[in-house]
T-cell receptor, first 112, second 114 residues
Framework: GENVEQHPSTLSVQEGDSAVIKCTYS??????FPWYKQELGKGPQLIID?????GEKKDQRIAVTLNKTAKHFSLHITETQPEDSAVYFC???????????FGQGTELSVKP | EPEVTQTPSHQVTQMGQEVILRCVPI?????FYWYRQILGQKVEFLVS????????KSEIFDDQFSVERPDGSNFTLKIRSTKLEDSAMYFC????????????FGDGTRLSIL
């Protein structure tokens, strides 16, 4: 069935370091891959997304890479700041307006 | 920036009672969704809704669940006879029509079944 695996479940970095979170998906028909940041008591907030016709996308300190052959995608955060601390979720979907299949989440802690 | 709004933020209900969770999607969005997140677990899809009908639902979305768009702005999730295992955060999301558009989420309703 459709599944998205996400690693690591927790990640602790020093302020200024980079953080990388990885996801793999099972359904080769998946073609849209968003990343969400969830702060305590809030809903998931979209931070970046990538479509299957693109291998990499960058937005300031955040970048996402996609390897369709291996069916995995990664989130890279550079120059981390304490306010980056949150739970990050990857997700995948395969049809227009379709459901998102979420990964298990990564709790990122950035220590000052 | 337009937001998805959900009410109430916290709902406490006795087991067996009916509960209605309410959402106001972003005004020009036409796809609507409900997801749930049990404490410490991943976000799970429940149902999607487009053009006044359910377009897809998960195994979780059984006969106890229903969705409705009673007017031009609200989108509701009803659980007819709540069970202890329905305790979770319930998130509403919406997206515009056309291509793979981002889904925008509300801040959720925490449902506690006693």
């Amino acid at each position: 069935g459709e599944n998205v695996e996400q690693h690591p479940s927790t990640l602790s970095v020093q302020e200024g370091d980079s953080a990388v979170i990885k996801c793999t998906y099972s359904d080769s028909a998946s073609n849209y891959f968003p990343w969400y940041k969830q702060e305590l008591g809030k809903g998931p907030q979209l931070i970046i997304d990538i479509r299957s016709n693109v291998g990499e996308k960058k937005d300031q300190r955040i970048a996402v890479t996609l390897n369709k052959t291996a069916k995995h995608f990664s989130l890279h955060i550079t120059e981390t700041q304490p306010e980056d601390s949150a739970v990050y979720f990857c997700a995948a979907s395969k049809v227009k307006g379709g459901k998102l299949i979420f990964g298990q989440g990564t709790e990122l802690s950035v220590k000052p | 920036e337009p937001e998805v709004t959900q009410t109430p933020s916290h709902q406490v209900t006795q087991m067996g009672q009916e509960v209605i969770l309410r959402c106001v999607p972003i005004s020009n969005h036409l796809y609507f969704y409900w997801y749930r997140q049990i404490l410490g677990q991943k976000v799970e899809f429940l149902v999607s809704f487009y053009n006044n009908e359910i377009s897809e639902k998960s195994e979780i979305f059984d006969d106890q669940f229903s969705v409705e768009r009673p007017d031009g702005s609200n989108f509701t999730l009803k659980i007819r006879s709540t069970k202890l295992e329905d305790s979770a955060m319930y998130f509403c999301a919406s997206t515009r029509v056309g291509g793979n558009q981002p889904q925008h989420f509300g801040d959720g309703t925490r449902l506690s079944i006693l």
